[in-house]
């Protein structure tokens, strides 16, 4: 908790050298809340040291790994080498994750994650250094509308599976077909309905630039 309250602190007075400072002793340490639901993320990018902080600290993680799985490998210790590797992940997901976290309220209404305090060109720069995709493949949106479209082909064969069910007087094959369906759509529908509220709650991280301008324009005049 100390290294935490440490990190706050430099992150309070804008002090970029003693935040990265700080943060290099323990990463994980920017997962972690204040009595306001903010991480020190939330705090650096409020006062315009987030960006530079991620770069420097990225940088020094991925040279230092790099460096350190080097010599293990030639030393042929494959096991410090792999630890190394899997250290840098968690590494780097603590980021993603400090990066991407909600808990912080603005204005007593909506839910923030520090991305929200960047500029357009700072917040995408912060997503590409931290690994954090907006893909098409990877995009939520995609996949809701692969559940709605997978809802609606059982739905259909649902349809025709009961169509004929009815013609040839209950037929067992074609009731098992009619219960897959069936149960199918449901599943399918569920995670539809999941992900249409998933992409509302995500929606209050507000990283559409325009969607920000609003947002603050609203909250500014109430």
């Known amino acids: 908790m100390t290294q ?16 990265v400072k700080t943060w290099k002793k323990d990463i994980a340490s920017v997962t972690a809340r204040n009595g306001n639901g903010e991480n020190p993320f939330h ?31 030639e030393a042929k210790d494959w096991k410090e080498s792999e630890r190394l590797k899997e250290e840098l992940k968690r ?11 909600k ?3 603005l204005h007593g209404r909506v ?3 520090p991305l929200y305090f960047l500029n357009a060109a700072e917040r995408e720069e912060a997503k590409r250094i931290a690994g954090i995709k907006g893909g098409f493949i990877c995009n939520r949106k995609f996949h809701l509308c692969l559940y709605i479209i997978g809802a609606i ?24 077909v009619a219960t897959i369906a069936s149960g199918g759509s449901t599943c399918l529908l569920f995670k539809a309905c999941n992900g249409i509220y998933g992409l509302y709650d995500e929606s209050t991280i507000v990283t559409d630039p325009d969607v920000m301008q609003l947002l603050d324009g609203g909250l500014a005049a109430a």
Do not use: H
């Open 4 to 19: 935490f309250n440490d990190l706050l602190k430099a992150a309070e007075k804008e002090d970029e050298n003693e935040f």
């Open 91 to 101: 590494n780097k997901k603590y980021i993603k994750d400090a990066l991407c976290d």
């Open 43 to 73: 705090i650096a990018a409020k006062n315009r040291i987030l960006l530079p902080a991620i770069k420097e600290i990225m940088r020094d993680l991925e040279e230092g790994t790099k460096s350190k799985v080097e010599k293990a490998e």
């Open 103 to 105: 808990s912080c309220i």
């Open 111 to 113: 839910a923030v994650a």
């Open 153 to 176: 082909a059982c739905i259909a064969a649902l349809c025709l599976s009961l169509y004929f069910l009815f013609l040839v007087s209950q037929s067992l094959a074609l009731a098992s």
